[in-house]
């Protein structure tokens, strides 16, 4: 008699969807991985959870890739995304059923493409093997200035405009739009600016939201510290 064993099978993983955020000129836009639609929605509700406090109040721009979302699961998305106290705006996709589901409930489904600025190629040294360039001139909104080194900026950043720099970024003037410093990982990047309030600021993979301005500007330096964007009072004169 031939005896059959049943041995226990091991299931696989699945890998949940990745969530990436990022500052654009309407507020801030989520990509969301491939992947099961239900996975991929727990996955983004659970992103925004656990930075809620500083995402609050925040314009949403969704691109969920090849996901197909019928008309029910896209007006039950809107109102879970509406009951963290943030707005739904425009919804991008590859699926023509996502994209005319998405307009039927009024939401946008394309969004500008910022354009870069241009800046000089000329290089100087800050710190020994670290590069750096000089910008003399406002950025207003939908302009990108983007760097592996140091910035320095003489000059206004307006909202809708942002500066994504490998090291540090120093603003001589109002720093209004989003900023990223480290975006290369480096988690010792600081940005300075004479009138910190920017619209996202960003250390390496660590995004933060301030809080409204109350009172009056003083010029500010944020870093990390034990993993979270932190802003100090800075003088200029004696830099960090």
């Not at 969530?19 to 925004?48: F, M, N, P, S």
């Not at 809080?211 to 003083?218: A, E, F, L, S, V």
Request: charged share 20%.
């Amino acid at each position: 008699m031939n005896q059959q064993t049943d041995y226990p099978t091991e299931e696989k993983e699945t890998a949940r969807p990745k969530i990436q955020i990022k500052g654009i000129r309407e507020g801030l836009l989520i990509t969301v991985g491939d992947g099961l639609w239900i996975d991929a929605q727990q996955a983004l509700l659970e992103h925004i959870d656990s930075q809620l406090e500083f995402l609050r109040g925040a314009r949403l721009a969704l691109d969920v890739g090849n996901h197909v979302i019928k008309a029910a699961e896209m007006g039950q998305l809107r109102n879970q995304i509406s009951e963290r106290e943030l707005t739904l705006w425009a919804l991008m996709s590859n699926s023509p059923t996502t994209i005319q589901t998405a307009q039927t409930l009024g939401l946008a489904t394309r969004i500008a493409k910022p354009r870069t600025e241009l800046v000089s190629r000329a290089q100087t040294n800050l710190q020994s093997g670290e590069g750096a360039i000089l910008v003399h001139r406002t950025l207003r909104s939908g302009f990108s200035l983007k760097h592996p080194g140091h910035v320095i900026l003489i000059g206004d950043v307006n909202p809708g405009a942002q500066i994504i720099a490998g090291g540090d970024v120093v603003v001589w003037g109002r720093l209004r739009g989003m900023v990223h410093a480290g975006a290369e990982g480096d988690e010792n990047a600081v940005v300075c600016a004479l009138d910190l309030s920017p619209t996202q600021l960003r250390i390496a993979d660590q995004i933060s939201i301030p809080p409204k301005r109350r009172g009056k500007p003083q010029p500010e330096m944020a870093s990390l510290k034990n993993g979270q964007v932190v802003a100090e009072p800075w003088d200029p004169k004696k830099g960090r």
